[in-house]
């Protein structure tokens, strides 16, 4: 599959700021996803974006589809100790049907 | 009640045991995959079905054995496997599994060690 590269790898922050993470490919994708994935659990949906540009909220949590369909980014708005898990990126390519591909994941902690 | 339900949740065996994993989707999707969730390696996807059809197998071992009795159920059996096997393997269902725009709901996973 399209190698996703997802940023940053890692981060650690204080409750109420806000985060920033991105991911990017050499190709063009139709579809980016967001997933955050619990400890001992499976990833869930965040966000769903579907056309370039695209800027959509769930929340505290805001998700673009780039312009160029080969990067999306996902914020979260004054973050709280729950936020804490691993967000995945997903994307479909534009060059096969169905299979999503996903980042490695951005650790996120939050200290109280 | 979460919409893809998997059990067992964690599964130790021998690597000379037979077992199954299963999955269940409530969410009246026609499409089921499963995919392996090793630490710190993106998410591998192994098959795919599509109305019950097996529409992609990606290089999988044949020690994993995916069956699809219906477009609600999902299983994979696991014989002679070996302890790098050990990972998070999740099951997922969407719409539609030939078609733009899918966005995959996942099950909580089982956590298999091969011992």
């Known amino acids: 599959g399209q190698q996703l590269n997802q940023s940053p790898q890692s981060m650690f922050i204080q409750e109420g700021e806000d985060v920033s993470m991105n991911c990017t490919s050499s190709?063009?994708?139709?579809?980016w996803l967001w997933y955050k994935q619990d400890p001992g659990e499976g990833p869930v949906l965040l966000i769903a974006?579907?056309?370039?540009?695209e800027l959509t909220s769930n929340g505290r949590l805001t998700a673009q589809f780039g312009i160029t369909r080969k990067d999306s980014f996902l914020n979260i708005s004054a973050s709280i100790p729950s936020d804490v898990g691993i967000y995945f990126c997903?994307?479909?390519?534009?060059?096969?049907?169905?299979?999503?591909?996903f980042g490695k994941g951005t650790s996120l902690l939050v200290t109280p | 009640e979460t919409g893809v339900t998997q059990t067992p949740r964690h599964l130790v065996m021998g690597m000379t045991n037979k077992k199954s994993l299963k999955c269940e989707q409530h969410?009246?999707?026609?499409?089921m995959y499963w995919y392996k969730q090793s630490a710190k390696k993106p998410l591998e996807l192994m098959f795919v079905?599509?109305?019950?059809?097996?529409?992609e197998n990606n290089s999988v071992p044949s020690r994993f054995s995916p069956e699809c009795p219906n477009s609600s159920h999902l299983f994979l059996h696991l014989h002679t496997l070996q302890p790098e096997d050990s990972a998070l393997y999740l099951c997922?269902?969407?719409?539609?599994?030939?078609?733009?725009?899918?966005?995959?709901?996942f099950g909580q996973g089982t956590r298999l060690t091969v011992v």
């Open positions: 997922a269902s969407s719409q539609g599994a030939l078609v733009r725009n899918t966005e995959a709901f």
């Open positions: 190709s063009i994708f139709n579809t």
């Open positions: 974006l579907y056309k370039a540009g």
């Open positions: 997903a994307g479909q390519p534009s060059i096969s049907g169905y299979a999503l591909n």
């Open positions: 969410l009246g999707h026609n499409a």
């Open positions: 079905y599509s109305l019950e059809e097996r529409v």
